[in-house]
């Protein structure tokens, strides 16, 4: 059976895509450049059920895009909960804010438009559930960031990890990205304060827990 089969019976057999987040996605497809850096159907409905399971009341987002995983870490969370997600392109900023002003699930998201690394100390809040795809060269300075504002048993989550692959390989792969994400997974591995496991979904997943 070939991986698109794979893939298109997955998508068959979860919950369905919400109408809003689906003409979201074919907007972002026809729309954008880089379109594949939306979250989509599996991974949406994968970050919907974690909140749904973590129940956090402060969740952060390093990368906004176009907005769809805001709007799927929105959909289930608990009474107060608030989504904080940042995004660096401020050409972005107007259509975000019209997203969120009309979406269901977007008057609890608050949106941040800037450079992560300058955006995460001025936010005074501590952490249960921090979402990172922003720029791959960064995720180590992000987690160290956060690492004080997360509360134990918190959780993280690191999109892109396994960077086609080319994790893999740091001889013949090096480029920024491909050694900043080396660096970020073994980093994690390591770390005494974190436990982790990295998931083979889409372009890898990191799931990773703040020891308590």
């Not at 003409?23 to 972002?28: D, E, F, G, Q």
């Not at 959909?75 to 997203?99: A, K, N, Q, S």
């Not at 690492?147 to 960077?163: H, K, Q, S, Y």
Request: aromatic share 6%.
């Amino acid at each position: 059976m070939s991986q698109d089969a794979v893939d298109d019976y997955i998508l068959d057999h979860i919950s369905p895509e919400p109408p809003h987040l689906n003409r979201l996605y074919r907007h972002t497809h026809i729309s954008h450049l880089y379109p594949r850096m939306c979250s989509g159907h599996l991974q949406g409905r994968l970050l919907a059920m974690i909140v749904a399971m973590v129940k956090p009341l402060r969740v952060l987002e390093l990368g906004t895009f176009t907005g769809y995983s805001a709007l799927c870490l929105a959909e289930t969370l608990p009474e107060g909960g608030r989504v904080h997600t940042v995004e660096i392109d401020d050409e972005m900023e107007e259509e975000l804010t019209e997203l969120f002003a009309t979406s269901p699930g977007g008057d609890r998201v608050t949106l941040h438009v800037g450079d992560a690394l300058d955006i995460i100390p001025e936010l005074d809040e501590e952490w249960d559930l921090v979402y990172i795809d922003a720029n791959k060269r960064d995720y180590r300075r992000y987690l160290d960031l956060l690492l004080e504002r997360l509360r134990p048993g918190a959780f993280l989550l690191a999109d892109n990890t396994l960077w086609d692959g080319k994790v893999t390989d740091t001889a013949r792969n090096h480029d920024a990205q491909t050694l900043a994400l080396d660096d970020f997974n073994t980093y994690v591995a390591s770390h005494p304060r974190l436990e982790s496991v990295i998931l083979p979904l889409r372009d890898g997943l990191t799931l990773i827990r703040v020891k308590e």
